[in-house]
């Protein structure tokens, strides 16, 4: 597994974000929702931070909600 600084990972009903990611600590926020982006922020170790992913979903890029403008796709320029 690769961890990278901004995704976002979904286990039992909430969301964790990589806000921080050092050589041995993680810092992240664990957030009930993505819309409203409130939550916790903790720091741990990068084991204690694995463990905790057991059994996380990695949500992709594009299924993030947007907060700005819908981007124009190729088909709406036709």
Do not use: N
Request: charged letters at 25%.
């Amino acid at each position: 597994m690769k961890l990278c600084q901004g995704q976002v990972w979904k286990k039992d009903g909430q969301y964790l974000r990589i806000v921080k990611l050092e050589r041995l600590a993680v810092q992240y926020k664990a957030m009930i929702s993505l819309t409203t982006k409130e939550g916790t922020a903790q720091t741990t170790s990068k084991k204690d931070f694995c463990r905790l992913l057991k059994g996380a979903h990695l949500l992709s890029p594009d299924k993030k909600p947007l907060t700005g403008p819908t981007p124009a796709t190729s088909a709406d320029a036709k």
